[in-house]
């Protein structure tokens, strides 16, 4: 993992402290693994694959995650989500971020539709509360609290 995405994901991993179970994942072996496993608060994984750029291109025809995946990156994400998973790329240039669904062509994403694309983008928190959101919507009672990574009844304050 380079450099930018190493701080990429800590940053990320910061900001789930407490809403989401991040771990790193090192493997040389070639696979196409994520980079990244998340764990819900009710027991959901999310595969993430993370890129960071210094910051999107100039031109709002570039785009800016063209040949930026490795052969097998893409195909292990949509696998997870053929069986019923979830998996993402995240994208982090500068202190924004966006989400995507790797069953898009995200390499062809051009810089002017990077936002239309994305499923969710804004800070680091903002992607956090996405994923957390994935189970937690279908369930009546629970209301998360992002600031706190705590749980509380939807008729609290």
């Not at 809403?19 to 999310?46: A, P, T, W």
């Not at 999107?56 to 292990?76: H, I, M, V, W, Y």
């Not at 279908?138 to 705590?150: E, H, L, Q, W």
Request: hydrophobic fraction near 40%; include cysteine.
């Amino acid at each position: 993992m380079a450099l930018k995405e190493q701080r990429a994901y800590k940053l990320l991993a910061e900001k789930s402290a407490g809403v989401l179970n991040c771990k790193r994942i090192e493997n040389q072996n070639g696979s196409g693994m994520s980079d990244f496993v998340v764990q819900g608060h009710y027991g959901f994984d999310i595969w993430l694959e993370i890129k960071a750029l210094d910051d999107l291109p100039l031109r709002l025809t570039t785009c800016p995650l063209k040949g930026a995946f490795e052969k097998g990156q893409l195909p292990f994400l949509r696998e997870k989500i053929s069986w019923g998973g979830h998996g993402f790329v995240a994208l982090r240039a500068n202190d924004h971020w966006w989400l995507f669904d790797p069953t898009m062509d995200i390499a062809a994403i051009a810089k002017r539709d990077i936002d239309h694309a994305a499923l969710a983008h804004g800070t680091a928190i903002d992607i956090v509360a996405y994923l957390d959101r994935l189970r937690i919507d279908s369930i009546p009672y629970a209301k998360p609290n992002y600031r706190t990574g705590t749980l509380r009844r939807k008729n609290e304050n």
